[in-house]
C-alpha cells in the first residue's frame, strides 16, 4: 500500500494507495467528496482569510480531515508577509486545539518558520511538504523534530538532495506526488534506488510513520 502524503489531484485510485488530498479552496464542498484530506490556509491565497477562518476551524473538525495545511511561509508570494505570519500562527494553534499534524508550505523562509515556531509552540507532528533544500535546512529541521516528505525531486538529477535522503532515518520520511502528474508508486521506486534498499522497506517504515503521526 502507497501512502501519498500530499496531493492535489482530487480523484485517486484507492485500491493500492493512500491519499491525503490538500484542500486550498471551496472547503466545504472539496472537504465533502474525499476520504482523506488536509485543509489550510496556503500563503498564495490568503485574501479572505481572516473572514472564512471560522468556517475553516469548522471544517477542519471533520473526521476525514487529517491535518491541518498546508500552511506556511513563502517569501517570493505577493502576499504580505505580516499577514502570511499572523494566519500561519492562527493555524498552528487551531492544530493544537485539534490534535491535529500540520503540512507545511515553506519557500525561503525556513529561519522564519522556525522562529515562529518557537512562539507559537506546535504540540503536534510536523510534517515539511516538498523538501528540496540543502543538507543545512534538514539537519534544522531533524533537529527540531519535524518529518520530511519528498516528491517529484527524487526523480531529478538533484544529486546532493538524493544525498540528503540517502542519510534521512526513515523514521522521518514521507513520501508525496504534491501538484506533480507522477504517480506514487514512482516515489517509492526512486526512494528505494537512491537508499539501495528494498522497495517494501520503505513502504513499510512509511506506513508505520503514518500509523503514529496520523493513528490511522
Known amino acids: 500500500m502507497y501512502i501519498d502524503i500530499h496531493t492535489h489531484k482530487l480523484t485517486r485510485p484507492t485500491e493500492h494507495e493512500v491519499a491525503i488530498v490538500n484542500i486550498h479552496d471551496d472547503f466545504a464542498n472539496n472537504t465533502a467528496s474525499q476520504s482523506y484530506c488536509s485543509i489550510g490556509l496556503h500563503p498564495w491565497y490568503l485574501q479572505n482569510a ?5 468556517t475553516f476551524a469548522a ?12 500552511c506556511g511561509l513563502d517569501r517570493i508570494c505577493a502576499t504580505d508577509f505580516a499577514l502570511q505570519s499572523t494566519i500561519f500562527i492562527s493555524q498552528i ?3 493544537n486545539r485539534l490534535n491535529k499534524p500540520l503540512i507545511i508550505h515553506c519557500v525561503r523562509a525556513f529561519n522564519e518558520l522556525l522562529s515562529v515556531f518557537d512562539s507559537a509552540k506546535p504540540a503536534v507532528p510536523v510534517i515539511i511538504h516538498g523538501f528540496n533544500k ?19 525531486s ?15 532515518p526513515l523514521e522521518k520520511v514521507f513520501l508525496e506526488t504534491d501538484d506533480s502528474p507522477i504517480e506514487i508508486a514512482d516515489v517509492y521506486k526512486a526512494a528505494a534506488l537512491i537508499r539501495n534498499t ?5 513502504i513499510l517504515q512509511v506506513k508505520r510513520n503514518f500509523n503514529k503521526v496520523f493513528g490511522i
Open 50 to 54: 481572516v473572514n472564512d477562518f471560522d
Open 59 to 70: 471544517l477542519a473538525a471533520y473526521k476525514n480531515v487529517l491535518a491541518i495545511g498546508e
Open 93 to 95: 494553534q487551531l492544530a
Open 134 to 152: 540543502n543538507d543545512s535546512v534538514a539537519k534544522k529541521l531533524l533537529e527540531a523534530g519535524f518529518y520530511l516528505s519528498f516528491g517529484r
Open 154 to 168: 527524487l526523480l531529478s538529477n538533484n544529486e546532493s538532495l538524493k544525498q540528503i535522503f540517502r542519510a534521512m
Open 198 to 202: 528494498p522497495e517494501d522497506d520503505i
